[in-house]
């Protein structure tokens, strides 16, 4: 694949980046993959394409090649002017209004396990591997003597690094399939494969920083009350270490408990809160619910919380507990095999998360930065 085609989704979606900024108020970018690929297959006839297109935003975004250096531009165009013009037809690797679509369907599949990108310290990787600095302890700055030099803050300065791996997945769909059924297959292959890979960057940021979290564990009770106070012991014991929690991620066992204490009659933020309208958020700590399975490589801890042993929460310093690298997000090619009747979309992303520990001296580490909730 021309590397220049390649289609770099990020944390936001693609049209945006156009200028289309309203085109999936009313209709996801799924939905309108589908319409788009119909129309242009010819699966409508005019009248039907039309009406369909009435249901389109004022503005959708279409990408373009400028040829002379092979990078993408994307922009915001009257969805009349251009189906009507007849420039829509296009590749997942080429223009069009589909590439952007494509690109945007599997952010949308994406976002629906979006956990570690918020929870954690995210950043955007310029090389396979990256240095990350850490404080291993707070700075406090002494008085100092007249003419005394001043006080060397660096000294508790470590560093991990990242290293990107890279994960693809392909998704191989009949074309008999497609052009059978009356069901989205495409665009729901795409979402899937978005969600997938988002689910993987979680597997990975939680896997790791549970199995580098403080070695000083809070019991908890299966009981919502109990659930609930565990947070606040969890985050005083982070205090206690030195440290500020802000940052919570819970299984959705333990996230259900934390949500039964919430009373909606009368009380407006919960309310909001018990119909999905805003973040579960107590004591200033950030909470997640994040439903993936651990990497048995990274961690051989349990996480079926209420069950004894098994745990249920990390409660956490976001800026301080470790680091999540994304050195390419996820790109979208297109493999179409004749031979075996397959469509067949790919996905492939490199990222990485690191945990505080200095690599030249794992005993200057950030663990006490993290503490971990168990099952009594």
């Not at 991990?160 to 998704?171: D, E, F």
């Amino acid at each position: 694949m021309d590397s220049s085609k390649e289609i770099i989704k990020q944390t936001y979606f693609a049209a945006h980046m156009g200028g289309a900024y309203g085109q999936y108020e009313n209709m996801q970018p799924s939905e309108q993959l589908v319409h788009v690929i119909r129309g242009l297959n010819g699966d409508y006839s005019k009248q039907e394409f039309e009406a369909v297109l009435r249901r389109f935003p004022k503005e959708i975004a279409v990408m373009d090649f400028e040829n002379t250096k092979g990078t993408a531009m994307i922009r915001a165009v009257k969805p009349n002017d251009y189906f009507g013009s007849g420039q829509g037809g296009s590749t997942i690797g080429g223009t069009g209004a589909v590439p952007v679509l494509v690109v945007d369907t599997i952010m949308e599949g994406a976002m629906g396990e979006l956990c570690a990108r918020e929870a954690c310290w995210t950043i955007p990787m310029q090389t396979e591997l990256e240095p990350v600095p850490f404080m291993t302890a707070r700075g406090y700055v002494p008085a100092l003597a007249p003419n005394a030099e001043a006080y060397e803050l660096m000294q508790n300065l470590c560093h991990a690094t990242l290293r990107a791996k890279r994960h693809s997945v392909k998704a191989s769909i009949g074309k008999e399939l497609i052009k059978d059924s009356r069901l989205p297959i495409a665009a729901a292959i795409m979402k899937e494969a978005g969600g997938s890979m988002e689910a993987t960057i979680n597997q990975e940021a939680l896997s790791t920083a549970l199995e580098n979290a403080d070695s000083t564990e809070i019991s908890v009770g299966s009981n919502p009350a109990t659930a609930t106070k565990g947070i606040f012991r969890a985050k005083a014991q982070v205090g206690k270490n030195g440290f500020k929690a802000d940052t919570a991620i819970t299984v959705p066992g333990y996230f259900g408990a934390m949500m039964e204490e919430l009373v909606p009659a009368y009380n407006q933020a919960a309310q909001a809160l018990s119909e999905g309208v805003g973040k579960l958020a107590y004591g200033k700590l950030n909470i997640y619910e994040c439903g993936v399975a651990l990497d048995s490589g990274i961690s051989s801890k349990g996480i079926a919380y209420p069950s004894s042993g098994n745990y249920g929460a990390i409660v956490f310093d976001k800026m301080r507990v470790g680091c999540l690298g994304i050195r390419e997000d996820m790109v979208a090619e297109e493999f179409d095999d004749p031979i075996k009747y397959l469509v067949a979309p790919v996905l492939t992303s490199r990222f990485a998360y690191v945990a505080a520990v200095d690599e030249n001296k794992s005993s200057l580490s950030n663990k006490k930065a993290a503490v971990l909730l168990k099952a009594a």
